[in-house]
């Protein structure tokens, strides 16, 4: 899933996501599970991938709690409660690839109906970004790209 589209959310909060960043995700199920991710982005998994994901790191938080490993640590592990309550959502693609963004997302996200979004593949996942927030992204990134190819791809 690679890629970087332009597009525009309907008045009714509804964005189209290119057939070919859709089709892998819709290939498991029209269920998918959109999560916040930084200021102006949100990502859109597989419900599957993000599933075993989330499992893992709550089984592994559980079982520090259980042998006492995160005594004194009551304020992170509720912070990381809420924070994980409020992140994520199980959203379903409509035909052609269509998402409806929940209220909380959109908020977050910051965007209003008719608002363009820039739709990214991430390789993993999908990103949905608002377009000033991508920019900003990639003016900070972009320099890095040739060292994490090379460190990734080694």
């Known amino acids: 899933m690679l890629g970087e589209f332009r597009r525009t959310l309907d008045d ?5 996501i290119p057939a070919e960043l859709a089709d892998p995700l819709s ?15 949100l990502s859109l998994w597989s419900a599957g991938q993000w ?3 989330l499992e893992a790191g709550v089984q592994l938080v559980q079982s520090k709690m259980q042998l006492g490993r995160l005594e004194g640590k009551v304020e ?8 994980l309550s409020t992140r994520h959502k199980t959203v379903e693609l409509a035909g052609r690839g269509r998402l409806l963004l929940p209220e909380g997302f959109r908020e977050f996200l910051g965007v209003e109906a ?7 593949g991430a390789a993993i996942c999908i990103e949905l970004w608002r377009p000033d927030a991508w920019i900003k992204y990639l003016e900070e990134r972009m320099p890095e790209f040739r ?3 090379d460190g990734l791809s080694s």
């Open 76 to 83: 992170e592990v509720q912070r990381l409660g809420r924070l």
């Open 27 to 41: 290939a498991e199920g029209s269920e998918c599970i959109l999560a916040k991710e930084l200021p102006g982005c």
């Open 12 to 16: 009714r909060f509804r964005l189209s």
């Open 51 to 53: 599933s075993a994901k």
């Open 114 to 120: 008719g608002g363009e979004l820039m739709v990214v």
């Open 147 to 149: 060292t994490l190819f």
